[in-house]
């Protein structure tokens, strides 16, 4: 009995644990608008201390990265950002899978996080621009209807075969938070 209590309190303090390192901590800071930003990210989660530092740098440096993660926030999403490799060959996607828990829908993106800060947080906030166009459409709950979703909205850069997808909302986010976070330094 007494070994069963122990496990169970390694599981939960490894819980805990996770949860720390996956919603990064963000120092109050006024926005633009002069109110301060919420100072824990709660729908955007990464487990990577590099990402995770990059998600909260880039709230503190970008208007437009913080407006991203609000529209987040008021969506039934979360986003898990995950480090590693795209199949097309780019630097950064979101994975064309939903999983649907219970009122959530979680959406993955993967950064490689090697390159540079300023450049990482341009890539997050591209992909997490990219999640809010998914979690936008209440209907998208499968990983068909990802791919049905950019279809539809002849958003689709490539060919069928690549699946590669593109828009310009996310291209311009990527670069609005870049341009942000280097004039802030």
């Known amino acids: ?28 800071e006024p926005s ?7 100072t824990t990210i709660s729908r955007v989660r990464s487990d990577s ?12 440096h970008s208007a437009t990265f913080r407006d991203i993660v609000a529209a987040i926030e008021t969506s039934d999403g979360l986003v898990y950002v995950q480090e590693g490799r795209c199949v097309h060959g780019v630097r950064s996607c979101l994975l064309f899978s939903v999983t649907v828990a219970g009122p959530y829908r979680l959406l993955r993106v993967r950064v490689d996080p090697r390159l540079a800060s300023e450049e990482v947080m341009g890539l997050l906030g591209h992909e997490l621009r990219h999640a809010v166009e998914v979690l936008s459409d ?23 075969a690549t699946g590669v997808f593109e828009t310009e909302a996310a291209i311009e986010a990527g670069r609005a938070v870049r341009a942000e976070v280097r004039a802030s330094y």
């Open 32 to 38: 633009a608008g002069g109110a301060a930003f919420d």
């Open 1 to 28: 009995m007494e070994n069963r209590t122990r496990k169970g309190a390694a599981a939960v303090t490894l819980a805990v644990t996770f949860l720390c390192v996956a919603r990064p901590a963000v120092a109050d």
């Open 49 to 60: 201390p590099t990402l995770a530092a990059a998600i909260g740098e880039a709230a503190r």
């Open 138 to 160: 209440p209907q998208v709950r499968s990983d068909k209807a990802i791919h049905f979703l950019y279809l539809k909205q002849g958003l689709k850069l490539g060919s069928t």
